[in-house]
Each structure stands twice: as C-alpha cells, then as structure tokens.
C-alpha cells in the first residue's frame, strides 16, 4: 500500500500530465456567428443561361445557396451577402427573389453601373427591396469616372439611398477606393479581395502599399480579405493551407484597417480555383482567432452588419 506522501507525489504527476496533454492545451474554437459576405449564385440551366461563366470555364455548373452551405457549412458558416456577377439589369432582380425565399442570404450586392442614363431609375426600383444591399463596380471603372459628373451623381444617389459600393480590380483598387471615398463621404466603400495584390509570397506592389495606408485613413472604407488563395501562383486548386503564407497581405491590412473595417468572404465558388472552401476560411480563421476574440467576432460578422447595414433574417 502506497504511504500517505507517495499518494500525493503519484496524484500530483497524474494531473501534470493531464494538463499537458495536447488534447486539453488545444482550446476548442469558440462558437460563433459567421457570415460570409462574398458568393455568387448562378444557374445556367435557365432558359435565358447565364453570361457568366463561361461554358468551358470548371465553374459553368448550376451554383446555388444549399450547394454554397454543403461546403460552407460544416465550418460554422450561417449567412451570406450575395455578390451579382452577371451585367444583366435582371439578374440583379433573379437573385433578389432568390433572397427572398431563403433567409441564410442576408442581401445581395447588384450590378449596376452609376454612369448608366438609368442608373437613377434603376436604383430606385432595386432599392424598394430591403435587401439589395449596395452595387459592385469595377475600379478601372470607378477610376475612368472619377470626373465624370453624372458618374459622381450616381454615387450620390447611392449614398442617400443607404446603400454601398463594392469595388473589385487589380493592386490599384484600394487607391482608387481611397480617391472615391474621399470625394464621396456619405458612401460607404467596400475594397474586395484585399485589393488583389497577387500572390502573398511574391514581392507586393508598391501601389497596392500605399493603396492600402491611404484607404485606412479613411473611415468610410472597409477592407474585404478574400480572395486569397486565388491570388497564388501555382497547381489549380493546391494553395498552401498554411495562414503564415498569406501574412505578407494580410499583415498591411490589418496595420492600416485594424479590427473594426475587416470583413470576411469567401469568393465561393471562384475560391475552388485556389482551395476548398475549408481551406480559405481556415486561413482567417487562425489568423484572426490569434488576434483574440473580439477581433474575430468583428471580422467574421459584426463589422458586416456595420458596413452593409444588413437585418437579422432568423
């Protein structure tokens, strides 16, 4: 029979090891919401088809909302903001009924073009319905515009509608983000995919650098960090899985953005190109989990809601 101290001596090992066991050091991730605020839903089986993708392209295939949650899902996903691709004045108004019936999809972002004659009209129309949340512009676009006074008026007629300006492009759209935010202060300006830099592992433009401190002065842009593993140069489909990779881009954002102007998207199902989806959130998702838990819980959803000013469907 072991003595009273020998007891005591073999307890105390038996709880160290315990305590040191790699099962218990690794904390479990913490529930929470998680919204994803960069899809794209589209059917080529209609009958009209679909102007994008293309045929031959591996994403011609009809892409839906529970398709999007069979991938998305599984990693704690709960809701999306829907991006409209397509430059049909009526695919703005397919994906708005497709919203309609299904809750998990918090609003869509339209296609349309503020120097349009009609640009006016067309707003009007699309914004009656609550969810349609904003357009997406291109920033050669924006960047062609910028002096361009019935362009400038549409951008107006935006903001006073409530509503937000996505705007996509290569390493200079954060500059010419900054340059519409700055003239328009009402708007609130959304940057997508980090403002494609390119691959995180190759020397990163200056003019995306400066891009990117310039547009984190300005309280009225936010900075999507998506796109990630599209951006790498290599095998379709094998980006790293490793978030240390992807640092040299998302570092300069967070420097510039901090917490409360970060939002999270996937790019799904134009991400496959790059990784699973398991793979793309998984690289913020250790990213942002080390910045602690309010961070996350801004990046993941809480700074959407700010910035798409998006209501609670469930």
């Known amino acids: 029979m072991p003595t009273r101290r020998t007891f005591f001596r073999q307890a105390a090992a038996i709880g160290s090891t315990a305590l040191t066991a790699p099962s218990l050091l690794r904390a479990e991730e913490p529930k929470r919401r998680i919204v994803d605020c960069h899809t794209h839903f589209y059917d080529p089986t209609r009958p009209q088809g679909v102007p994008w993708p293309p045929e031959k392209s591996p994403l ?27 430059k049909w004045i009526e695919d703005n108004q397919w994906l708005l009924e497709l919203a309609q019936t299904d809750r998990r999809l918090l609003g869509i972002i339209g296609h349309l073009e503020p120097g349009d004659p009609e640009f006016t009209n067309q707003l009007k129309r699309f914004t009656a319905n609550s969810l349609f949340r904003g357009i997406r512009v291109s920033s050669d676009g924006a960047a062609a515009a910028a002096d361009n006074p019935v362009y400038a008026s549409g951008l107006k007629s935006l903001a006073e509608a409530g509503r937000v300006l996505d705007i996509n492009g290569g390493p200079l759209t954060p500059s010419i983000a900054a340059l519409v935010a700055a003239k328009h202060p ?40 998506s796109a990630l593993v599209e951006g790498v140069r290599g095998e379709p489909g094998k980006a790293p899985v490793d978030p240390d990779y992807y640092r040299p881009v998302i570092d300069p954002i967070w420097e510039s953005f901090g917490s409360d102007r970060v939002i999270y998207g996937s790019n799904w199902p134009v991400s496959d190109r790059g ?39 469930n």
């Open 186 to 225: 009402d708007l609130t300006v959304i940057i997508n995919h980090c403002g494609n830099p390119g691959d995180a592992a190759k020397p990163l433009p200056d003019e995306w650098k400066d891009g990117i401190k310039a547009a984190g002065q300005l309280t009225n842009v936010f900075c999507k960090i």
């Open 60 to 86: 011609y295939r009809r892409v839906l909302p529970d398709d999007w949650m069979a991938v998305a899902g599984p990693h704690g996903v709960t809701d999306t903001i829907v991006i409209e691709a397509s």
């Open 275 to 313: 990784a699973p989806y398991g793979t793309v959130i998984d690289i913020v998702k250790a990213y942002f989990n080390d910045k602690g838990r309010d961070a996350a819980e801004k990046y993941f959803w809480k700074n959407s809601q700010i910035a798409y000013g998006w209501k609670d469907r």
